[in-house]
């Protein structure tokens, strides 16, 4: 049996690392406009009229109060957004991916558990659960970087969504199997062949929950 | 027109569409031949063995053996055989998908001196029997 993630550290750190982000973007204002103070305070030295200009209720005034605001507005809207997410995360508990096997080599089957505890009543309107194989590129045009995926699905298991009270666990079980003609795990620079179980859980009034669990295939052959 | 004929004849290997292949892990064996057809200024002549990607990503490679099979330069007239043996690794196994293929290659280089190298690339498939 390998437990091969849960979901709960890293939605944690995505809403610290938001709360961060928001707290850096209110800094940065506050600085802005204590750079922008000493700068209209210099120009008002080396020239007393344009100094009285600035620094009254003129339109470059305005402006600056009008950035400050767009400023606040990201910071209160990543807020928003990552509470909400937190919110969830709370509400839908510690999912838990766990395989039968170590080590899945190609051509295996082998055994999926999704488990996921509902610490408070949710309306779960659908789970999805998806096995697939995903090529990425990564290349250069110019000065951009880009990547491009390029997904092949293996099995894709629709379970409908019902009433689940706090306390209780949802837990499904899924045979998978790695194609015998399929590829193992390969990751080279900016080229990477690997395997992932998908899980969407949509929640009636909440942010669907959306993860990628890697499961890393061995090159050997089963049955060899 | 290039100043040498250069061939590359494997002696095990499976026959899989026009490329042969190998298993991962098994030996690679054949015979490098050059046929010089006029003397040619050549510093040294290599046999690598590696692997590199093609696609949409940008090129990975990795080299896995690279020997010196000849010294100096070739007369005309005079062909030179080189028996060569490798353990092939276990991965990457050779993938041919949407955006990336891995390619496995045997490629004999003819090191030149301040002129361009003369090459032969010849790929093979490193995968199981499935």
Redesign the interface.
């Known amino acids: 049996m390998k437990l091969i993630a849960n979901k709960n550290g890293p939605r944690i750190g995505c809403f610290f690392a938001a709360l961060w982000n928001a707290c850096t973007i209110l800094v940065f204002a506050a600085l802005a406009a204590g750079f922008v103070g000493d700068f209209i305070t210099e120009l008002g030295r080396e020239d007393p009229d344009l100094g009285r200009f600035l620094a009254g209720n003129g339109p470059p005034f305005l402006i600056l109060i009008l950035v400050a605001l767009i400023f606040l507005a990201v910071g209160v809207f990543l807020l928003w957004v990552t509470a909400r997410t937190m919110i969830a995360g709370f509400r839908v508990g510690t999912p838990e991916v766990v395989l039968s096997k170590d080590r899945v080599r190609v051509?295996e089957s082998f055994q999926l558990t999704y488990r996921q505890q509902f610490k408070r009543a949710a309306e779960v309107q659908k789970i999805n659960i998806k096995f697939y194989f995903r090529?990425?590129?990564?290349?250069?045009r110019g000065t951009d970087t880009y990547t491009?995926h390029?997904d092949v699905v293996h099995l894709e298991h629709q379970i409908p969504g019902g009433h689940f009270n706090g306390g209780q666990q949802f837990e499904q079980r899924l045979a998978l199997a790695v194609p015998?003609?399929g590829?193992?795990t390969?990751e080279?620079?900016?080229?990477q062949?690997r395997w992932f179980v998908k899980v969407h859980v949509e929640i009636a009034g909440w942010p669907d929950y959306d993860h990628d669990y890697e499961i890393e295939v061995v090159?050997?052959?089963a049955g060899? | 027109m290039a100043d040498v004929t250069l061939q590359v004849a494997f002696r095990e290997g499976e026959p899989d569409g026009e490329y042969h292949r190998f298993g991962?892990g098994s030996t690679i064996s054949g015979q490098i031949r050059l046929m010089p057809q006029a003397s040619v200024n050549s510093r040294r002549v290599l046999l690598r063995l590696g692997w590199h990607?093609e696609?949409?990503?940008?090129r990975?490679s990795?080299k896995i053996e690279e020997i010196e099979i000849a010294q100096g330069s070739l007369s005309q007239g005079i062909p030179l055989s080189y028996d060569f043996a490798f353990r092939l690794p276990?991965?990457?196994?050779s993938?041919a998908?949407?955006?990336?293929s891995?390619i496995w290659e045997l490629e004999v280089i003819v090191d030149r001196p301040m002129a361009r190298d003369i090459n032969l690339i010849q790929p093979f498939i490193l995968a199981?029997d499935?």
């Open positions: 051509g090529e990425t590129a990564t290349y250069q491009v390029h015998r003609d590829m193992h390969f080279a620079y900016r080229n062949l090159p050997e052959l060899e | 991962p990607t696609g949409r990503g940008t990975a990795g276990l991965e990457p196994w993938y998908g949407h955006y990336i891995i199981l499935r």
